[in-house]
């Protein structure tokens, strides 16, 4: 049984040469290394964590190029929101000083969200235009999550400082 002619391999020739970069800009944000003897692996993203609040955006910045070259190839927007999701709950929680970082180990967002675009690749049904307005929309809300993510840690260590001194 053939596939229907709407149904293309993961890797089409228009698409090959964007997928295997943000493949590799994934990897490295969430599993470049191994750690020996497991299977689990830790890429940029936890250790851009650490750095105090630019880290996190940081991180952002790049999760948000995965999102636009999967707009770029046409994924629907119940797709993008998902993918948007992913980074949102990565900053949110990846933001909390301690907590987050240990959370950035465990929480993949850029992985899930090239899982989330192979398998439209695979099946992905009627292609649609990019709609601009929509994009816009969504990384205005990404803008949003970065300016949350500068003041979140700010006021959280001001008041752990309150609670510490009292004031």
Do not use: H
Request: no cysteine.
């Amino acid at each position: 049984m053939s596939n229907p002619p709407n149904r293309f391999s993961i890797e089409p020739d228009g698409y090959a040469p964007r997928l295997k970069r943000i493949r590799q800009i994934s990897r490295l944000l969430d599993n470049a290394i191994t750690i020996p003897g497991t299977q689990v692996g830790i890429g940029l993203d936890p250790i851009l964590g650490l750095i105090p609040v630019g880290g996190d955006v940081l991180s952002l910045i790049v999760s948000i190029y995965i999102i636009i070259e999967s707009a770029q190839m046409g994924v629907p927007r119940a797709t993008l929101i998902r993918m948007v999701a992913n980074i949102i709950i990565d900053g949110l929680v990846g933001a909390i000083p301690m907590l987050g970082d240990l959370f950035d180990f465990a929480w993949k967002a850029n992985i899930y969200n090239i899982k989330l675009l192979e398998d439209y690749l695979q099946s992905p049904g009627e292609k649609k235009k990019v709609d601009q307005l929509f994009i816009i929309t969504l990384f205005a809300g990404l803008f949003l999550l970065a300016i949350v993510l500068i003041a979140l840690p700010v006021i959280l260590i001001r008041m752990l400082w309150n609670a510490l001194t009292g004031g």
